[in-house]
């Protein structure tokens, strides 16, 4: 048999056995009217944490335990003063699959507060059922407090059945949150059970308290409640709140034009240039010359149509086009030849690509950069080069 029936049976009993046992009606809660400009929040944040869970379905002793305590939570809503300032929140657990399939939901906030905005999300819980884990709810609301600045409270509002595990929540999230949190407990329903569970919930606290719904029909207690959980007395003159500071802007640690928060590559060295990701901007190219010559040959097209696009790419690129060559001959004459084979590449990129001349350095290093032995006829032609080197500082000529 569905455990649902555990709460339909009684009140089947009550309906057509016991003619004496009649349905309660759902208790009721008059919202209490603050005077404006009297009071000032006791804490920064809070949040409901509203139990829809099966049990809260229970016709037992014809309680109307889910219609009651959305009466609470609703003049509880309309009792918090608008002219006071909370970030607020509405979290439900337990839930009918047609509600949510989560253990846990927040239909509400954390946001700033607002009466209509918090009235919505009470208004979208329609139906109970499900478990009751309410250790879900509060170590999810801890969660949501755990960052916010200031003081906190969490108002538990349920009727406190088959929720062993909750006091133990409740301490872990008191241990969390420490000095910043109070908790409160408003009991829905007559269960013995449910009255020692949230007794425990509250008393992990430290501070708060347990509370009765019965109780707080009363509109003298109601109103107690609403202001030992939610305000304090305002000074005549109070001071105002400074402004809060202005953020600060991203930082760039390392120099490259990229703040901190986009760059995947940090600490580049000064003077490197980047892409839009803080990363290197790197192309290399090596083409190889014929002995004593400065022409570009025709087999390197393609990979210089390749090298062109990558500049055009990146118009602030500055490219180095370092000439080499191999040591045969005189220094001077073999600096010359480095040289006029880097301008060669140069002219090349510039009337073949439309490169603009101001991205390319030509530097001539004769054969003062050997990339391989001078040795072998093979390692010759190795050294008879230019390299086409993206992205670095042109050094002096």
């Known amino acids: 048999m569905s455990t649902k029936w555990f ?39 809070f949040q409901i944490i509203f139990d829809a869970s099966e049990s809260m379905d229970n016709a037992m002793n014809g309680e109307q335990r889910f219609p009651t305590a959305k009466n609470f939570v609703s003049s509880l809503n309309q009792s918090i003063p608008s002219d006071v300032a909370y970030n607020g929140g509405l979290r439900t657990f337990g839930h009918d699959p047609k509600q949510s399939k989560e253990l846990t939901a927040l239909p509400y906030g954390m ?29 999810a609301a801890g969660a949501d407090l755990k960052s916010a600045q200031g003081k906190s409270a969490i108002v538990v509002v349920s009727d406190g059945v088959k929720m062993e595990d909750a006091p133990a929540a409740a301490s872990k999230v008191k241990t969390d949150l420490g000095d910043k949190l109070c908790i409160y407990t408003v009991r829905v329903g007559e269960s013995k059970e449910g009255k020692k ?26 109103a107690g409640f609403v202001e030992q959980v939610f305000l304090t007395g305002k000074p005549a003159m109070a001071a105002p709140r400074p402004p809060a500071p202005a953020p600060m802007p991203p930082r760039d640690s390392d120099g490259d034009g990229v703040t901190d928060d986009k760059d995947k590559c940090p600490g580049t060295l000064p003077g490197v240039m980047v892409d839009k990701d803080g990363c290197d901007l790197k192309y290399t190219l090596q083409i190889e010359f014929d ?20 500049i055009k790419q990146n118009p602030d690129a500055k490219v180095l086009v370092a000439g080499h060559t191999d040591s045969t001959g005189e220094e001077a004459y073999n ?15 510039v009337e073949k690509f439309g490169i603009d001349a101001n991205q390319l350095f030509p530097r001539g290093y004769g054969e003062s950069r050997p990339v391989a032995s001078n040795d072998t006829p093979e390692g010759e032609q190795q050294n008879r080069r230019v390299e086409f080197i993206c992205c670095v500082i042109i050094p002096p000529e």
């Open 7 to 45: 709460g339909i049976l009684p009140l089947l009993m009550c309906t057509f056995l016991l003619p004496g046992c009649a349905t309660r009606t759902p208790l009721e809660f008059k919202p209490h009217a603050f005077e404006t400009g009297k009071y000032a929040p006791k804490v920064d944040n």
């Open 111 to 139: 946001t700033k507060y607002s009466r209509d905005g918090f009235a919505g999300g009470l208004g979208g819980i329609k139906q109970p059922g499900g478990e009751s884990p309410l250790s879900a709810a509060l170590a």
């Open 197 to 222: 569970t949230l007794d425990s919930v509250a008393k992990a606290g430290q501070c708060g308290g347990a509370f009765e719904a019965a109780d707080l029909t009363d509109p003298g207690k109601f």
């Open 291 to 310: 002995f004593d010559k400065a022409d570009v040959r025709p087999e390197y097209h393609d990979q210089i149509a390749k090298a062109a696009d990558f």
């Open 335 to 349: 600096k010359d030849l480095s040289m006029r084979r880097a301008e060669s590449l140069k002219v090349y990129m």
